[in-house]
């Protein structure tokens, strides 16, 4: 497989996933600068894992269930067909055209059948189909998803092919988890409903994703603090509800991402819990 690193200027780096050197937990990892031919004020927004289809014929079947589904921090969304960035181009090749002032954030792989679930800052969100949003070329710049209040922006953007359920978690490490049917479908374009209820406690919205139930999340605080928990551990709450704690932080930590992972026996787990406590005595010992 290979790897394509999309970058806030709307450019996309393919390589070999074999070139991201493997490191522990807590290493450092390499500068992304050794990696792909990127300029100081460009940053990695999205990466996306990929077959290496570059080498055998794209046929019909594999390019009608192959999407690349990106949307910018102002809310334009653009959906293209895999096959085009099959040619791969030393130093990058244009993924979409940007407006000024705008960004590229999130890109998802999609089958063509998804639903788009976005979400602002503030709380707002928009379900709608991707088949709303018309296959362009790679050098297209896209349409409007939803429309955002003044100062307000997409902070993430969740697929739903399965009718699964949306679990949106705040700055201040507040979640909820919601039906995806609470989020009325609607065109692509418009204002969209309240996805979170969002107040001083809380925070703004942070991410958003679909979830089936029986995976575990993992949230990463801006203190490099991971904690897991179990999908159905976390309560159902409304759409417009503030939703319940998940992760206790301190003042000037705020949660940067989420991600799924795969479900862990008990076993594993507290494997891997005593594992962390004998290195954090560790690192305090011979601190």
């Known amino acids: 497989s290979f790897l394509m690193l999309f970058t806030d200027t709307g450019r996309v780096h393919q390589i070999k996933a074999y070139r991201v050197p493997e490191a522990g937990r807590t290493a ?41 589904v990106m949307v910018t921090q102002r809310g334009v969304v653009k959906r293209t067909r895999l096959s085009e960035f099959a040619i791969k181009r030393k130093g990058g090749k244009i993924a979409l055209s940007l407006d000024e ?30 088949e709303n949003v018309r296959c362009m070329g790679r050098n297209a710049r896209g349409v409007r998803g939803i429309k955002l209040n003044e100062g307000d922006y997409l902070v993430d953007v969740a697929c739903d092919s399965d009718g699964s359920q949306v679990l949106t978690v705040t700055d201040n490490g507040y979640g909820k988890i919601t039906p995806t049917e609470d989020y009325t479908e609607h065109h692509r374009g418009s204002t969209g409903v309240t996805g979170h209820a969002v107040t001083d406690k809380t925070g703004p919205v942070k ?57 862990e026996d008990e076993e594993d787990v507290s494997e891997i819990a005593e594992t962390a406590e004998n290195t954090e005595a560790t690192e305090t010992a011979e601190e």
Do not use: W
């Open 28 to 68: 450092k990892g390499s500068n992304i600068v050794n990696i792909i031919e990127v300029t100081p004020e460009e940053k990695i927004t999205a990466m996306i894992s990929v077959p290496d289809y570059s080498n055998i014929a794209v046929d019909e079947e594999y390019d009608d269930k192959n999407y690349l």
């Open 101 to 130: 002032g705008d960004e590229l954030m999130f890109v998802k792989c999609t089958d063509g059948s998804c639903d788009l679930v976005l979400a602002s800052h503030d709380g707002s969100a928009i379900r709608f189909s991707e």
């Open 207 to 263: 991410a958003i994703m679909c979830v089936n139930g029986d995976e575990d999340v993992m949230m990463i605080a801006s203190n490099g603090v991971i904690i897991r928990t179990g999908v159905e551990a976390i309560r159902v709450c409304g759409r417009a509800s503030q939703g319940v704690r998940l992760m206790r932080l301190s003042d000037d930590v705020k949660i940067i991402s989420i991600t799924r992972a795969l479900k």
